[in-house]
């Protein structure tokens, strides 16, 4: 089946650095990737939806300055988290379909574990 | 927003047992599907059922939908000590729009 590749697993970061998160579809073109977060032992939250060569959709209440995504090519997109903070600590998961027809499943990253000391 | 609500949270059943969890959301759908995480990984799909259909198989998987209710259960049957795992349920709208996830069911199944 369609791999997506997610990377990094893990990152551990200092306060007001910023992390860039990337997912990549293998062996399909994804036009459209979701970015969702994970806080511990609770669901998925969409936080935006990457378009290809346009802009993503954000959620209501990301900051889209924030947590900055970008989807320069068919197979990438990337999730950068500007001026991380503590609060910013959470597993990172993307997706992807891959095409547009009705029923398509999710293809997903193995995810990011990311930690803001 | 969370589209999906399961229930039971938690689930614990002794092997061999059958597990049945329940989705429900709130909006038309073109499809529901289910998902499974172990801790710490990322999802990985099992089954899709789409808004016509009322019963899916796969493997020891079944899965029923109910768009009149706006509900879907997932059971596992002759459960395994391996289907340990977190199981949610996603609805998808169609086309590119977002697949939304519920709150999720941990299941525990002891050996």
């Known amino acids: 089946g369609a791999v997506v590749s997610q990377h990094p697993s893990w990152v551990i970061c200092k306060s007001g650095t910023s992390v860039k998160i990337e997912c990549r579809s293998l062996?399909?073109?994804?036009?459209?990737m979701f970015w969702y977060r994970q806080f511990p032992k609770q669901s998925l939250m969409l936080m935006a939806t990457?378009?290809?060569?346009?802009?993503?959709?954000?959620e209501q209440g990301v900051e889209k300055d924030k947590f900055l995504i970008n989807h320069a090519s068919l197979t990438l997109s990337t999730l950068t988290v500007t001026s991380a903070h503590p609060e910013d600590s959470s597993f990172y998961i993307c997706?992807?379909?891959?095409?547009?027809?009705?029923?398509?499943?999710?293809?997903f990253g193995s995810g990011t574990q990311l930690s803001v000391l | 927003s969370q589209q999906g609500e399961e229930d039971p949270q938690a689930l614990s059943i002794q092997e061999g047992e059958n597990a049945t969890m329940n989705c429900s959301y709130k909006?038309?759908?073109?499809?529901l599907q289910w998902y499974r995480q172990n801790s710490g990984r990322g999802l990985v799909h099992l089954i899709l059922i789409r808004s016509n259909e009322r019963e899916k198989h796969s493997g020891r998987l079944r899965v029923t939908l109910d768009t009149s209710k706006k509900s879907s259960s997932l059971l596992i049957t002759a459960s395994r000590a391996a289907d340990t795992a977190s199981y949610f349920c996603a609805t998808d709208a169609g086309g590119y729009q977002k697949v939304t996830f519920g709150t999720g069911t941990k299941l525990q199944v002891i050996p």
């Open positions: 909006t038309s759908i073109n499809n």
């Open positions: 062996d399909f073109q994804a036009t459209t």
């Open positions: 997706s992807a379909k891959q095409g547009a027809n009705a029923n398509e499943k999710l293809f």
């Open positions: 990457s378009n290809e060569g346009s802009k993503a959709t954000y």
